[in-house]
């Protein structure tokens, strides 16, 4: 009878398969253990074996063509054997099995949900119906997706006013206040101090006293109960897998290098699980080739005795040579802590912008003689003091009003080149990275910059900033010259078209008027978005930059 060959599933990442090349032809008598063809996955081109034996009848994808996993690219029989219809069936009754299959669980499920929900409530019940006011996770920040609840500031019965904040919500950037904005009586309290809320899930019931809010809560969960008993169908497959995946362990290793033997993959791993040398192993198939029906079938020879009996020799050779080492006693240790609400945002947030944005990098070094003297008369009648970092991000703003491809962002069907400077200042806290913006920073000086970077970092370790403060940047600086880095690569801060990476002042030898002098080196990277930034723009926007460094009264004209 004929059967089908499916397109198998090579790896854990794999979605689908190309067909790099076909070993047998239409007519061609398989048996189990030949190779068929070749396959092409994400991870790289592999062998792919016949486990049935037959006449090959039909062949669907040609070569180089993609074809999704399980689907059909084969079909074997015997030889003149119809298979027309093995086809039709699987194109069509078997969707069509699976979505009846699927329709009886969605119909009992629907049933049992709508019986639990007229046994708890009777009918739809609103929060107007029962004269309850429902308190929801609030949306605190752009970025944020969950908060945890730091503090509730009110219990279950206490009275609350419109203008009370019922608790303190820890989101990925701070920890901003909850309102009440109802009058009445805490009836229920959905989340405990310390655990998360996703955005818009109920954390908080205010009404009248004595309210039952039974009825609404049911009506409310009766969603999330569907997805779990989903969830709940998938637990057999998975501890299936899990119970077959230690008979695949415990066997011996190969002793000898096999690596140039021809065997098939399949082959080289029962003879590792086996532990069988493929070099003594005589392969059945085409140019002496080893399959897999060549390792069951392999019977051991002398020859791993005669090495078994060389062995005592080279061992005592070995004690001779035996250093004596003393015993150190090691503890493996860790400590686990769970990911807070700013951590959770970097990781998804960076994790999006390298992933999706095609970053390149430029680099060039800066002569700052200038710049440090200048400095030193400009923090003599400064009412604040000015750092090298504050006269960066006025450089860097004066320059990208020359350069307006650099202050521009990609927005997918269109790039939008901003006409204002924001300029993202990347501080680090305590539990990760805040970015502050100055705004339109080439019209302010450096004074001015220098109090707000001041201001904005008091805030971001007090966690006292508020999404006004980090929203709306157009380009980011990021320094770690005071850690000592002479230059590093940032990641771009999304949806900025560009980062500069700022680097330690270093003295170094440097070439003047034809003299090896002492100098001093500070080295910026720019990190741009391909999409929107070419490499000879990165390159001019850091000329005009290392141009305005280098001669900073540029800065005050």
């Not at 609030?138 to 009370?164: C, H, R, Y």
């Not at 230059?487 to 680097?503: K, M, R």
Request: proline share 5%; with cysteine; net charge negative.
């Amino acid at each position: 009878m004929a059967e089908v060959v499916r397109m198998p599933k090579m790896s854990d990442t794999m979605t689908e398969g190309v067909i790099a090349k076909w070993h047998k032809k239409v007519g061609d008598k398989v048996n189990s253990g030949d190779l068929v063809a070749e396959i092409e996955t994400d991870k790289a081109t592999m062998d792919f074996e016949s486990y049935q034996e037959g006449t090959l009848l039909y062949i669907g994808p040609k070569e180089g063509e993609a074809v999704a996993i399980d689907a059909v690219i084969a079909v074997l029989g015997e030889e003149g054997e119809d298979y027309e219809a093995l086809l039709k069936d699987d194109g069509s009754a078997a969707p069509a099995k699976k979505e009846e299959e699927k329709a009886e669980p969605a119909k009992e499920e629907s049933s049992k949900e709508e019986s639990s929900n007229e046994e708890a409530t009777g009918s739809n019940v609103t929060a107007e119906d029962l004269g309850v006011t429902v308190i929801t996770m609030p949306l605190l920040s752009d970025t944020m997706t969950e908060g945890v609840i730091a503090q509730w500031n009110f219990k279950v019965g206490d009275t609350i006013k419109s203008d009370d904040a019922i608790a303190d919500v820890e989101t990925d950037k701070a920890t901003m206040e909850v309102t009440a904005y109802a009058d009445g009586t805490l009836l229920y309290v959905g989340v405990e101090a310390g655990q998360a809320a996703k955005v818009n899930d109920i954390i908080a019931i205010v009404g009248p006293a004595g309210t039952d809010v039974t009825p609404l809560l049911n009506q409310k969960s009766a969603a999330p109960a569907k997805g779990e008993a989903k969830k709940d169908d998938a637990k057999p497959a998975e501890e299936k897998a899990n119970a077959a995946a230690p008979a695949e362990s415990g066997s011996a290793p190969v002793a000898a290098d096999d690596s140039r033997v021809k065997a098939s993959p399949l082959a080289r791993k029962i003879a590792k699980d086996k532990g069988i040398d493929l070099n003594q192993v005589k392969g059945s198939a085409e140019n002496g080739r080893i399959v897999k029906k060549d390792v069951e079938n392999f019977v051991p020879s002398a020859a791993p005795a005669a090495a078994a009996a060389s062995a005592p020799a080279k061992s005592s050779d070995a004690e001779v040579k035996t250093i004596s080492l003393p015993t150190y006693i090691g503890e493996e240790r860790y400590t686990e802590k769970p990911v807070n609400q700013m951590r959770k945002t970097i990781a998804r947030r960076l994790g999006e912008s390298l992933f999706t944005a095609p970053h390149f990098y430029l680099t060039v070094s800066i002569d700052m003689d200038n710049a440090m003297s200048a400095r030193a008369q400009i923090n003599e009648v400064a009412p604040v003091k000015v750092s090298f970092n504050d006269m960066v991000i006025k450089a860097v703003a004066v320059a990208l009003k020359q350069h307006p491809n650099v202050n521009s962002s990609w927005l997918g069907d269109k790039i939008r080149y901003n006409e204002h400077t924001n300029i993202g200042v990347a501080m680090a806290v305590e539990d990760g990275l805040l970015v502050p913006v100055i705004r339109f920073a080439d019209g302010k000086s450096l004074s001015h910059i220098s109090a707000e970077v001041k201001d904005y970092a008091q805030k971001a370790k007090a966690k006292k900033l508020q999404p006004a403060d980090w929203e709306g940047s157009t380009f980011t600086v990021s320094n770690l010259g005071m850690f000592g880095i002479d230059e590093f690569t940032s990641i771009i801060n999304s949806p900025d078209g560009a980062i500069l990476s700022v680097g330690a002042i270093q003295q170094v030898p440097v070439v003047k008027n034809g003299a090896v002098v002492p100098g001093n080196i500070m080295k910026l990277t720019l990190g741009c978005d391909h999409r929107v930034v070419d490499g000879a723009t990165g390159a001019q926007f850091l000329q005009t930059l290392k141009g305005l460094l280098e001669a900073p009264i540029r800065l005050l004209a």
